[in-house]
């Protein structure tokens, strides 16, 4: 039977003969599509970043990423931004995707089919019951992805399934099921397109909630990035000044005492030492807020 991914709409069957205007409108109305499925799937993707933000809360966690073709390069984009945005510690953000990293530039269709590699990916990482495995496929058939999720929940890892048709064998299989239903594509079959494009709103969510979960976030504000260029020095200073309420000298002394890493920073500015700012954090889970509640 062929999936909804899959399908032709008749209301883009001439598509190629459309004017370049209504062309565009039209592939517009798909990406619209794909907000609405992320809206839809809300409540599940709550599900998942709160299940997800517990185990992660354990230091010898990991976040690993499965999938293959768009899908894969989606979660691989996901998983390279966890360390620069939030400080994430990059051993423990992973990304598997089908046919090796050298199917990050090239298409290795093929690669998707193979199950044996997904588990034998699964197990080369040493997946166990602390790590959290998110699996993507628009189809969610995709036999690599699904043999990865089915090893990590084999291995007692939490497991999330991501996919954009109702009632697959992803869903079925992960723990924490979200359905992403962007329905046809107006490019029939191109899933690079509205699930694409669903998947990447989804992962943004997702991993965004969890990381302010973990305390990665305070005042809105990316606290644990990691400032590696002086565009990012200048966002560090800045951040420091508006949440700690101090001038720019002020800022850029506490950030050079604390190599600057912005949370200890705010509590250096409080009066501690880096030591013991350091200490507190270490004392309240990296959380910022409940550091500072307990200076008083």
């Not at 883009?12 to 517009?28: C, G, K, N, Q």
């Not at 989606?74 to 990304?95: I, K, N, Q």
């Not at 973990?214 to 400032?227: E, I, N, Q, S, T």
């Not at 309420?245 to 600057?260: G, H, I, M, Q």
Request: aromatic content about 4%; proline content about 3%; charged content about 25%.
């Amino acid at each position: 039977m062929t999936t909804a991914t899959e399908i032709a709409s008749e209301a883009y069957r001439d598509i190629e003969r459309f004017s370049t205007a209504d062309m565009l409108s039209a592939m517009l109305d798909g990406q619209r599509a794909a907000v609405d499925a992320a809206a839809a799937a809300l409540p599940a993707l709550e599900e998942a970043v709160e299940a997800a933000a517990k185990r992660l809360a354990n230091p010898e966690s990991r976040l690993i990423y499965v999938g293959a073709g768009t899908s894969g390069r989606v979660a691989m984009l996901d998983a390279v931004e966890l360390y620069p945005t939030f400080g994430w510690p990059e051993e423990r953000s992973l990304f598997l995707l089908a046919g090796g990293s050298i199917s990050v530039a090239e298409a290795r269709e093929s690669a998707e089919d193979d199950t044996d590699a997904g588990r034998a990916e699964i197990d080369a990482v040493n997946c166990g019951p602390q790590d959290v495995v998110v699996g993507l496929a628009a189809s969610g058939s995709t036999p690599y992805t699904l043999a990865a999720i089915e090893a990590a929940k084999a291995r007692g890892a939490l497991t999330i399934g991501i996919a954009n048709n109702p009632g697959s064998a992803l869903l079925e299989s992960a723990d924490c099921a979200v359905l992403l239903e962007t329905g046809a594509e107006v490019l029939a079959g191109s899933t690079r397109m509205a699930a694409g494009t669903s998947q990447k709103i989804a992962m943004n969510l997702f991993s965004t909630a969890v990381m302010m979960r973990l305390g990665k976030v305070y005042r809105g504000r990316m606290v644990d990035m990691k400032p590696s260029n002086r565009k990012l020095v200048r966002r560090a200073v800045e951040m420091l000044m508006q949440v700690a309420d101090c001038d720019e000298a002020s800022a850029r002394r506490a950030l050079e005492e604390t190599e600057f890493h912005v949370k200890p920073a705010v509590l250096v500015l409080r009066g501690l030492s880096a030591g013991e700012a350091k200490a507190a954090l270490d004392r309240n889970g990296d959380d910022l807020h409940r550091a500072l509640a307990e200076l008083g």
